[in-house]
Structure formats: C-alpha cells, structure tokens
C-alpha cells in the first residue's frame, strides 16, 4: 500500500507558475506508473501527466507544452511543474499510482491517490 502525499498548490495569478509535490511512502513506487489528475467542481477528473517506471512520459493536450513531470527517485517524490497557468487551471490537483506498466491519463487503473492540493488561478 502505497501513501501519497501532495504539497505546493496555492493561489497564483494568470501566466505565473507553481511546482506541485507528491511524496511516496515507498521507494517502490519507482516500479510503478505515476500521475497526476485535476478536478474542478463539477467536472470529471481529468488526466494531466503520467511518467512510467522507465521515465517516459505523457500529456493531455490540455497541459502539454507548459507542464513537466518528473521524478526524484531518491526522494520517492513526483513532481508536476506548471507555466503559464491560466484560470481554467483552477482545480483540485491529485497525484496517483498503480503497479502496471501500462500508463493511461485515465483514472480508472488507479489504486492509490493523494488528498490533494488546491491550485487557484486569477
């Protein structure tokens, strides 16, 4: 069982940028797909970035050019960068994990999540 613990989301204003945090319990969550997930109220969630045990990674064509996943195995950390943040990038951010290789901006594969952090854009 994995536990997930995100940090960095606050309020910004439009065209600024935030780095958001996700601290694993576990190094084994290096083996294992990574992402993270955004939800506004009243939306579904939606898939932003995954990263996979080799490193490779995906984007939404929602984020994609601005945004940066990455990870730092030695601190059992998932980290999401984002530039140029616009008001429509206010939401509920989530990191999440499943053992499997396969690596989808979907929800559904996904056993463990954070509780979230609250980016706010004006």
């Known amino acids: 069982h994995v536990q997930l613990v995100e940090s960095g989301g606050g309020s910004v204003q439009a065209g600024g940028s935030l780095t958001l945090s996700c601290t694993a319990s576990e190094s084994t969550y290096r083996s294992i797909c990574m992402a993270w997930f955004r939800q506004a109220p009243g939306k579904e969630r939606e898939g932003l970035a995954t990263i996979d045990s080799s490193g490779i990674t995906a984007y939404a064509d929602s984020v994609k050019g601005r945004s940066t996943i990455s990870k730092d195995n030695g601190k059992n950390t998932l980290y999401l960068q984002m530039n140029s943040l616009k008001p429509e990038d206010t939401a509920m951010y989530y990191c999440?994990?499943?053992?499997?290789?396969?690596?989808?901006?979907?929800?559904?594969?996904?056993?463990?999540w954070g509780q979230g952090t609250q980016v706010t854009v004006s």
């Open positions: 999440a994990a499943y053992p499997g290789t396969w690596c989808p901006l979907s929800p559904t594969p996904f056993d463990f």
